[in-house]
């Protein structure tokens, strides 16, 4: 994530510099990170009885209910995770722990350290990935430089004997494709990264079931400023160790925000019902439509330009909806012709985006967020339909 | 934290079975932890108009400020923050950058990296407290088994060349007796954890002025559930890579707990004012009488004793208030004679607390929360009474 969401240019902007939207053209849009700001207009819209109010004397202890497993779990979010789970049909809940978590970047910590911990083995364990990977998982898996674990790149090249870890993201960070894990091997333990599992992106073709599976607030509602993410995790040591790792990681997860996230939780299912509150459109359907209006409109822009080019995805039936959807994934990952370092060249064009490299690919890719608020994502589609030669620093083609 | 707060005894209780303010003699109390719930009863009467109300369309983004060098935390917070510091004269703030965490549990750490990871150093670096310290920070330094850093144990007995990090926790936790650094050699790098350098516990002496410096919320109003805690970092490369941490560990901090954090702040300046609403209580008043009355319980509960002790602290002049003041801790350091596991005896007496030895020290010693509430308060005094003598299972005197 970088420092700067909008970077104003420091020179003064003359009168008649040219505006769009209210946007200067020496703005720079950063698309960089996957900052869920689309969401922003249906919440506006489900008006004010949706609001949270937080007396000044609630929830002071450290604990949400001290029977539970998860001890800092809010029961009330317990609840609506499963209820949503079984609206969308998206996760088997049923013998499964729920593990609440400052976010999924949390427990993908939690997760590496409650599966190496007990193993004792002399060396870290690798963690990996099929390219291209969320470019958070060696950073986060690294930056300690923890004797429990390491990046071990990815995966499809992993040919180690003994443990390791496999992340399976699907659909995937950066690119959208549903993914199934590669290594296959003996000693392999999993982790499903489900950020995008969820039907504004992608068909939802059965329930999930695995032994630990992520799911974050932030590419589920929007509300990527509550930190707010959640494990289901089938063994009892594991889910212990989770929640020992957020224990001592941040002695729990705000109650603040998981008394909101169960409330926003609340609203999505009510959404989805056949009898609902007059002022709530479906969520689900909603932001759906957002994503696949778009990804057309991207699909077009690229389609009139010779020097980039986006994915196809295949169509499959929503068992949520019933009807047959492509994915539309939260991130474009975007080609350029080859030769071409296509981070470089967007930048140019005050357009940030993260290069391929940083998801172990190539400097052709570039990823680029699908969530920004529509006037960004208009004057980017604008910026991007403009780009016809390669300006100086790419090599001439 | 242990994961039971009041575990109840699976008997049924039988009808004739004592009770003392609805409180059954087969609970257990559970004072192992610092759960702050003493302070409930302020916060109850301070009136539903410090409410905090959050909207279903706020916060949605990563960002709160992205032209901040900490561009996740909340400029309401940042405001309060330096408000009360500025009231309670406990901090210099200037020349100090803010740096929110979740709880500052997460900010230990993070300062652990940024001032580790830069250095570059062969073995992984130590990290001191004496003794008695702070039973997290061996386990909190020890725990993803880090080649940055690793816990070195009492700082008195430290001594080797080379960089190393002492933590400074004045008042101190677990015995309340206020802390210098100890190891004073020449490549020190110093982490001052002041979670009760507030006016309920101590006397105000003079404002702290650190290269890093740890508040909490959850010591200073009561608010834990919260998990707000900030650091005020003097040089502008350690306070960067302390937000490099929280970005990779949870990126960011969760809105919503900032923006309460940020009225609960803003109520407890308003109620210093000389000037105030007429519905608020001076907030360090209160608080310092409930303190002075609970230690003075204590004291006369002990001295009636003569299987325990516990320490007198020196009377100070407090810059806040003007008046002397004894302090007060948030943990009683509770001592029993010689040879007795007071763990264990207090256990067998259904009070839990945390054992001297989790300290660094003996196990003669135990930590005690001040901090729980009243009814809980009491009946731990009243059990504490009738200890007489000496159990099966310690070694008769």
Known sequence: IEQAFVIKSSNTPSVTEEKVDGHSSEEIINLDHGDPTMYESYWKNVGSKYTVTIPAYQSLSYFSNAKNLCWFLEPKLE????????????????????????????????????????????????????????????????????????????????????????????????????????????????????????????????????????????????????????????????AKKMVKFVELNTIGVSKEAQLRAAKILEVITASCQRVKPHDLEN?????????????????????????????????????????????????????????????????EHKILTRSGRRFGSDQEYVRISMLSRVDEFDLFLQRLSTIRRISSGNSEL
Not at 206 to 216: E, G, N, R, V, Y
Not at 315 to 331: H, K, M, S, V, W
């Open 79 to 238: 609840e609506e995770i499963k209820k949503l789970h079984k609206v969308v049909g998206n996760a088997i809940v049923q013998d499964h722990y729920i593990v609440v978590g400052t976010g999924s970047s949390q427990l993908i910590q939690a997760a590496l350290y409650a599966l190496c911990d007990s193993l004792n083995e002399p060396n870290p364990i690798s963690v990996v990935s099929a390219a291209p990977y969320y470019s958070s998982y060696p950073e986060v898996t690294d930056f300690l430089r923890s004797r429990l674990f390491k990046w071990g790149g990815d995966a499809r090249s992993f040919d180690e004997d003994g443990p390791y870890i496999e992340m399976v993201t699907s659909p995937n960070n950066p690119d959208g494709v549903l993914r199934e894990p590669v290594v296959k091997r003996a000693k392999g333990m999993l982790i499903h990264d489900f950020a995008y599992y969820w039907p504004q992106y992608t068909a939802i073709t059965s329930p999930a079931d695995h032994d630990i599976m992520l799911f974050t607030v932030s590419k589920c509602t929007g509300h990527a400023g509550s930190r707010i993410g959640w494990a289901l995790v089938r063994d009892q040591n594991v």
């Open 283 to 347: 969520f689900f359907e909603h932001t759906h439509n957002l994503m696949a209006e778009r990804w057309k409109k991207l699909q077009d822009s690229v389609k009139n330009n010779k020097l980039f080019y986006v994915q196809k995805y295949p169509l499959q039936q929503c068992n949520f909806t019933g009807d047959f959807t492509e994915t539309y994934p939260a991130f474009a990952w975007l080609k350029s012709k080859e030769g071409i370092d296509c981070e470089k060249l967007l930048r």
